[in-house]
């Protein structure tokens, strides 16, 4: 860490803090400047210790060198991480489609859409048994009913299956339904939820949280992958910003910088991003050009009777659409996605 | 809620929003204007409903009129709640003051902190034993060890404690403990554990999430009322902004707003708000000067050495000075704070 | 506009504030509620009449139901405007790409950029002659002589110029070289700069603000198509957001949405959006992929040795790679970019 | 400043920088630490030297050492800056208000407001001539004639004026009737304009961007300290942010924060700050409990008729009310407002 004294701190102060970190197990390098003094310490990046030295006489601030995640970190693992779910591979040269309603409302709901999905060509299939409400006067979920009917539709379509758990003492319920597990925003930092999640050896979807930093969401990962689990799957899906026009702010940037910085795979999810289903598929192209592994569709037969989120979320006949104009775009940029991809080459 | 149709609905289009809102039980009156059509929706307010009808042709969006909230609500009950942890009562006359450790560390840092507020007049002892924290890499707190070291200084002192639940699982523990729950600004939402310590019948401090609309945090608040606990404490503790000179942005528009808002007290937690021992003492002002019923300060023996938070904390002498700054204040705006009070205005 | 009344408002306030109205000219519906009455008031919109009913006894809030901007609006002119800048068309079928270093700083640096640029197939020159910046202490560009050089560049490029005016002094100047007058992020809200470079008739590049709402952003543009000149170019350019690890937070949904509001083009600058070359491209892209009709981006010949923004910038050759990407991009969204494009797919 | 090298950065790249740093002027001290390298650059901090050197190849980034701004640093000035308008003194210890319309309407409405505040212990009059207006078909302000009447005002109450410049052709016109020339939130980063009122040798009350940083705040202040006037007032009035029930946050800690960073003085206006004159009191009483050196309110004799910002004024029965509230509060905190404080005192 370096260390930055304030202008006007006496030689004594220096001394003091440089004692205090040798103390700490840090050599020092002290460099007096013309305002300023700041003493370089090298060792091990440890925030609780950097908040201690902050806090000595005569300290301005204390900048870390060091990254604080560690085991997620591009830097310590060249090669993304790919994750197999049955036979899809998420963090591959395929861009992979997780799609379903938000929450899942009935058997019909739930296995029309799931069959629809999976005829346009989606990889995955979600829906919401136990639902995170802002309210509590909103459909909360069906609960295990929910999770059988999730079960039932990956029998019927092969599909896995994505399911979000709310609480540590559903993990193990949850994680012997689904085949991915989702820590949702809401719970980016709920981090006994990610140890359990991790401890349960399913894959795991990490939403980003409403306003989490990128480093506070990798740190999330990283309590994941400190259980040994690092089959984590990123998912950026809107931020919180001041503005108001859409539900939230995709923070597109994201992805490659997530790409830069650790070597998980990242996935974009445009419909809670927006809240707006007209903004689902120009956002889903953007997402995939911008080098996103994979999307996270709303589709619902009947969006305006949904019990949840049915503004953001397609019909089968536009997700449809979407998952053609992915195909292109996908190819674009050197990615692709589905067999049907390289029939529509040959069509070309 | 008013139903805001696209200029150039059909009138087909408003016909079908006006036949689903009377199918959904709404009266409706609908108001022809010179560019739009808007519905009058007359009913309770279900946001999902709202979703539902934001999604139907020729919707352009969808206005609530009624707030989210009930049981929470001002509207509903006059009078200021008020909440009563042994003698002390939070939300009347008195501003209540919060003080201790960020983390319990040891029995020697606990108790002399603990006797340390006592003496300088604080009402009640905070100190977390299961800490959330950032980074998997940074001190967790002692769990059950720092619960019994509270109820200790509990013992020594008299002041009744409030510590952090982090867990569904632990919400018995702790309550065993513990005289307040807290929950903390990154469980805000755990919707779950906000329904435990609901049913756990202990007073709860609700803090609120780094990102939280005052909306969102009066309906986090209304989970924990429809438990039938209305003994509920809020407390502001700074939210994300795009300025970072500080640790978060402390919202004190948030004290008068949440008492026009909400019969529920409300306290303010400087030390959090700012990540900064030298801001504590004027913004501490500043909140029982805006209407705070109460503060939330972090007191530590030796800062320098806190394994948590040393930063922003302050030092038993630093604390003792606040105290009295607060009582000025205090009288000023037609509180008071503690019997020294009264002798102190005697003396002037 | 929409009264809603407070819960508990009297009569006489309602007959009030419909009286008020009437008086201001709107027809009145009141609506009564279970909880709340509201009034349906029809009439053009005018923000300061709303903001006086806001101010009524026994008023809640008020909800406005037209848009405040009417000129930029989608609403009133279906078809996307397209502006000419010599010979090329912005808002057309053709992605338009606008390249060039962020300052003017000698002959040699721009004239070497103009023709990398040009070369690759760039259709504008940008390059700053006034510079804002934040430091009084930074370079702040060439000025008049700044302009003199772009008009070289375009004599010996044919690249028509695209430069920011700072001041309603300098329009008249800066409009004599120039043939899109660039009004910056920090002035978005200086009214009389839009009033000046809306009257001197040439094509407008208006860039967001750095916490400008779309709402705001599209009543800037309102200024300026208020003096008879709808030759305006959007420009995103990044938001402020809590999210520090690049400059800016793109704010891609911006594209979609500005297109589904407004009939102005839109095109974005991933350069200023993130401050980080390595970002430049992936977000390139993803504008593209969005719908943008255009894009702006930071060339230099030696970005570490650039007066202004090196950071941001690309090398001419990195430039002409991301152009060869883009095409890709365009042509699989049914837009393309240059000759040189259709080349490239008999290529194929 | 510190380079901080990419982990991997080879010995090569590490002596590029150096050799970089010194031609720039820099000493170089490099620390090799375990993962990475870090190179303490001494020399004056220039901005755009940090943006080139960031730029080099093996640099990940580049963390200043010394403040941006210089002449308004508390660091080199440890007195607290007095600004001396008639007999007022702003940043002494006398709490300073600012008080009158958001808009300057009409002979009589200015008048009145005049007296009133005059009456209740106002120190200054404000009111707007030109107003910058987000919507071009809102009230632009009376201009010349407005700051005529500005003028009569003061001739008739003894009250020095405070009105808002908006354009750099103005500058002189509004210098000859106003005694303190305001920059508003939009203009912040206008730098012309900072120049402009700089060289007028009027005292300036520079109002914070609403998303500027405390940082870019001081910079601006410190455009205009460059010029040789030192006599700049800071405004915090309320930033941008996420959470939308009230217009703006008001960030009250900017007050502490400023007034260690800065020697200028700083003010509050909490009517901008909410948009809700319910919120004005408590917040006013809070700004002054942070230890601002004034405040700024608007009323208006007939805030339901405002021409501007109606919802957030006064009347002036309210505003005598807050004034005397005010004095209670100055005095608990150390600060004084009035004579009419100390009889207020006796009465005690």
Redesign the interface.
Known sequence: M?V?MR??ATPQEVRQVEE?LRELGFAT?P??????T?I?A???R???LM??V???PGVERV?P??R??KLVAR?VKEETTTIRVGDVVIGGPEVVVIAGPCAVESEVQLLTTAKAVKEAGAHLLRGGAFK????????QGLGLEGLKLLAQAREVTGLPVVTEV????DVELVARYADVLQVGA??M????LLQEVGQSGKPVLLKRG??A????WL?AA??IA?TGNQQIILCERG????????RN?????A???VK?LSHLPIIVDPSH??GN???VL??A???????ADGLMIEVHPD?????????Q?LTPAQFSRLME?LR??A???GRHSLPQVSLSCQAR
Chains 1, 2, 3, 4 share one sequence.
């Open positions: 370096i930055v202008r006007g205090r390098h460099i007096v400047g013309v305002e300023r700041v370089g090298v060792g091990n440890r925030d609780d908040e201690q902050a806090n000595l900048v060198v060091l604080p995640y830097e995170p409400r802002t309210s509590p006067y909103s459909f709310l609480d540590t003492r809401r719970n930092q709920n981090f006994r409403l306003a930093t990128v480093e506070e740190l990283e309590y400190a931020i919180r910003t001041y503005e108001t026009s859409l702010t995709l923070d597109i940037s992805v490659p910088l830069e991003a927006t289903q007209r903004m120009p956002l192209r953007a997402a995939v050009a911008a080098g969006p305006a009777r949904a019990l949840s989120d049915g503004p979320s104009e292109r775009v190819l674009a940029v």
